[in-house]
């Protein structure tokens, strides 16, 4: 079925005083744009790694894994003590208390046996053998038993020791690579300033010229900027709601509270409120994007709606 078609032309220039704006607009952003400034990569850091504080806690701890730490005084003595070392030597308190106790007994017995008259008798010599042997052999019997505890005893001690001093010198390193840490977050924090400050920097004159732009477009918003023609099919409400599903309104027109944030893909990008309504959105003022590229803007009941998909872009919420 065949159909007629009508073309919509509206023509709304801008008034006389601020073509100025729009002119230069224009011509600084050639100007900007063939001096390189904007869109450049940065050549700097932006991670800071791990600095020598950090890299000196982490080498002591490895050490601090992979031996075992130097021995103490204390660790020696209990090393001498553990090995036996005293036991062979004996005990001078211990030997002394048991002559003691084997002369007293030996007295003891001379003396019984001196008032029976039987004294240096070959009885008197068998009791006296025997009772100083079994004092003797029991005496040495509990002395040596004691004196294994007293090693086992020594060896736990000895690795407590080793325990304790190992987890003093990882914890002591644990608290130097803590210290590295902080550092490594102020070194990080500066290089993300730096950064940040090199961004701005490299982006100001397109910031800058995104003032100029929003001023021009305040001022002449109200009248447009250019000429637009667009051809309908005879269906005309069919045609728009087409048309409508890939462009989307964005005339300064319908905007408020308009403020510039920023440049991508050369288009000055805005954040706004639709007027009536709280949500804000960020994307492009269609006043601006029809001197640059005029085939991605069309005009829908009597405003102007942009394709961002023909400028490589998304309109979002702010």
């Not at 599903?245 to 000055?268: C, E, Q, W, Y």
């Amino acid at each position: 079925m065949g159909g007629k078609s009508s073309t919509q032309k509206t023509e709304n220039k801008p008034p006389k005083w601020s073509e100025p704006l729009f002119r230069q607009s224009a011509s600084e952003a050639q100007s900007i744009y063939n001096s390189g400034k904007g869109g450049n990569v940065y050549q700097g850091q932006t991670v800071a790694g791990l600095g020598d504080t950090t890299r000196a806690g982490i080498s002591g701890i490895q050490s601090a894994a992979g031996s075992l730490p130097q021995t103490s005084a204390a660790q020696n003595y209990l090393t001498d003590y553990a090995s036996g070392k005293y036991l062979k030597e004996g005990n001078p308190y211990f030997n002394d208390a048991l002559q003691g106790q084997l002369d007293d007994t030996a007295a003891q017995v001379q003396s019984q046996f001196s008032g029976a008259g039987r004294y240096g008798s070959g009885a008197n010599t068998g009791v006296l053998a025997s009772k100083l042997g079994n004092i003797r052999s029991t005496a040495l019997a509990d002395q040596f038993s004691r004196d294994q505890q007293n090693q086992l005893a020594a060896t736990g001690q000895i690795d407590s020791a080793n325990s304790n001093l190992f987890q003093n010198r990882l914890t002591g390193q644990q608290a130097v690579v803590g210290a590295g840490q902080l550092e490594d977050q102020a070194r990080q924090q500066q290089l993300t300033a730096d950064f940040t400050k090199w961004q701005s920097e490299d982006m100001q004159p397109w910031t800058r010229l995104g003032l100029l732009q929003s001023a021009a477009a305040g001022s002449a918003g109200n009248y447009g900027t250019n000429t637009q023609t667009v051809s309908q099919p005879f269906n005309a409400l069919q045609g728009i709601g087409a048309l409508g599903s890939m462009f989307t309104k964005s005339d300064a027109r319908l905007k408020t509270h308009i403020k510039p944030v920023g440049v991508k893909n050369g288009h000055v990008i805005y954040e706004w409120r639709y007027i009536g309504s709280k949500m804000r959105y960020r994307g492009v003022m269609a006043q601006d994007v029809i001197d640059f590229v005029p085939s991605a803007v069309i005009v829908q009941n009597g405003y102007y709606a942009v394709n961002y998909d023909m400028l490589g872009l998304e309109m979002e919420a702010a």
